[in-house]
């Protein structure tokens, strides 16, 4: 049966090293050493605990997107408009600007100084708050 590290895990469930290694550290995810010293997720409690995430009885902090092409940044501008907002991301040297609805301004709690992740798509951006 394979056996994964955490952060091999970590990227199967779409999330960071860190967030695995607190999932480990709680007991959410089992795990065991091997004569290294590594920890390691057997393979079928990694399957079963990913299952148990994709039914939303985990933690809602796994975010699954087509969209690859990502610009992680700060937000440095929202203008709000009755119905669209647009929202301005620095990411390192890139500025992307985005049109979107307010609701979806407010859902995602945008505003100036929030990290947030611009994905694009085609012509698309799509808007994720980190």
């Known amino acids: 049966m394979p056996s994964y590290t955490i952060g091999q895990a ?3 469930l779409g999330v960071s090293a860190d967030t695995a290694r607190r999932w480990a550290d709680a007991g959410r995810i089992a795990t065991h050493r091997d004569e290294g010293g590594r920890r390691l997720v ?3 409690d990694l399957a079963a605990f990913s299952v148990e995430l994709a039914q939303g009885e985990g933690e809602n902090d796994v975010s699954y997107t087509s969209a690859r092409n990502a610009f992680p940044g700060i937000v440095t501008a929202v203008k709000l408009g009755d119905v669209a907002a647009q929202v301005e991301i620095q990411a390192g040297p890139h500025r992307l600007v985005s049109l979107l609805t307010r609701e979806a301004v407010e859902e995602l709690g945008l505003e ?6 611009a994905r694009v798509k085609s012509t698309n951006v799509h808007i994720d708050r980190s």
């Not at 100036?112 to 992740?117: E, S």
């Open 112 to 117: 100036v100084g929030v990290q947030a992740t």
């Open 42 to 44: 057997d393979g079928v």
């Open 10 to 12: 970590a990227r199967l």
